[in-house]
């Protein structure tokens, strides 16, 4: 089996993000929302949406703006129905006919939770695979269940740690970083309702994780209680994430015609809670003032720039590292991964008879 298309997916509970390798070795990164729905499936203006998915006479539906949503934060969501018609969605919108290897992430704290003997849970692991490549169903027919001939599940830290050093990304303030081994990094992978974190020592050692649900949504749900409170409008407290985040964006909030500035709310909200996130990282790695050990602080996900620039006001006055389009540094460091080794998986899924001489006596 030799065409084989190297696709990852960071399926994370906010937002799923894929990257894989263009016609011209480009690289393609897209997003979508974690959102599904079930009951009838999704219509769009011509009948049913091609973002439909069935399984036991069950409908998923996967959009942009549900009106209500499964939930994907559970801790059962990585083996779930919701997990399996998310990421076949994402790749089926691909439109790609021929076999695919895919790279998917666990959490660090769940991939790295086995028993002491051996700290990788591999039963979390195969469970995963398995869920991706079960059965599944396009309503409509009008994509196509993705030739899915295997999965490599990746700890969510390690990639974006790979991805920042081999591509050379800098600090926020420009210089040159040189990612020794001998050196610990902390990386913070903060999402839309948790943040993952891991300290990573020696090259590739992860010495210490976590996962704490301190997600970006929690500081948008701040933000919309201090402004039903600061302009007396308890409707506010009513509306969508959705609609607070784009004002939490612009620093601004419309009453009528007028136009009121928010950032002093912004920055305050701000500040507490990357503060609080810091005493549970450093409750996590050993204690108070335990960040002060670390020599790069690796910030990506959806929340990395809401956090950047305290993150440089506040303790982490060493090295700060946040790539462009930090969303996609995670899979961008599996889609690195997975290519370092597409010798290995192509020979693993070629059958004898396919196989080179070569190839053969390599066996």
Not at 196 to 222: C, E, P, Q, Y
Not at 309 to 321: L, P, R, S, W
Request: charged share 20%.
């Amino acid at each position: 089996m030799r065409n084989i298309e190297f696709i990852t997916v960071d399926d994370g509970s906010g937002n799923m993000k894929l990257v894989r390798n263009g016609a011209n070795g480009e690289k393609i990164s897209k997003m979508s929302p974690s959102y599904v729905m079930t009951g009838d499936p999704l219509m769009d203006g011509v009948g049913v949406a091609a973002t439909a998915w069935e399984l036991d006479d069950v409908n998923y539906s996967v959009g942009d703006n549900l009106q209500q949503i499964e939930s994907t934060t559970s801790t059962g969501y990585q083996t779930s129905i919701i997990n399996r018609v998310l990421v076949n969605n994402i790749v089926a919108m691909e439109n790609i006919d021929g076999p695919i290897a895919l790279g998917v992430t666990l959490p660090t704290a769940e991939y790295f939770s086995g028993n002491g003997k051996n700290p990788i849970n591999l039963a979390k692991i195969e469970a995963k695979k398995k869920n991706i490549m079960g059965e599944l169903t396009n309503v409509s027919g009008l994509l196509k269940r993705p030739n899915i001939v295997a999965v490599r599940v990746y700890p969510e830290a390690i990639p974006a740690y790979v991805y920042c050093a081999n591509e050379g990304i800098t600090s926020a303030s420009g210089a040159i970083q040189d990612y020794r081994k001998d050196e610990v990094n902390l990386v913070i992978d903060l999402g839309h309702y948790t943040c993952d974190i891991a300290r990573i020592t020696n090259g590739l050692n992860i010495t210490a994780k976590a996962s704490f649900d301190h997600g970006v949504n929690m500081l948008l749900d701040r933000y919309r209680t201090k402004l039903s409170i600061e302009f007396s409008q308890p409707y506010i407290n009513k509306m969508s994430l959705e609609k607070i985040k784009t004002s939490f964006e612009e620093g601004q909030w419309r009453i009528g015609s007028e136009l009121h500035d928010t950032t002093e709310i912004i920055d305050s909200l701000t500040v507490n809670f990357f503060r609080e996130l810091t005493r549970k990282i450093e409750d996590a790695i050993g204690g108070e003032g335990m960040i002060e050990g670390i020599d790069r602080v690796i910030i990506v996900g959806g929340g990395a720039h809401i956090i950047g620039n305290v993150a440089e006001q506040e303790q982490y006055n060493h090295n700060i590292v946040i790539p462009p389009q930090p969303e996609f540094a995670i899979a961008r460091g599996v889609h690195m991964l997975m290519m370092s080794k597409a010798d290995e998986i192509i020979a693993e899924l070629t059958p004898p008879a396919e196989k080179t001489p070569a190839e053969v006596l390599d066996d």
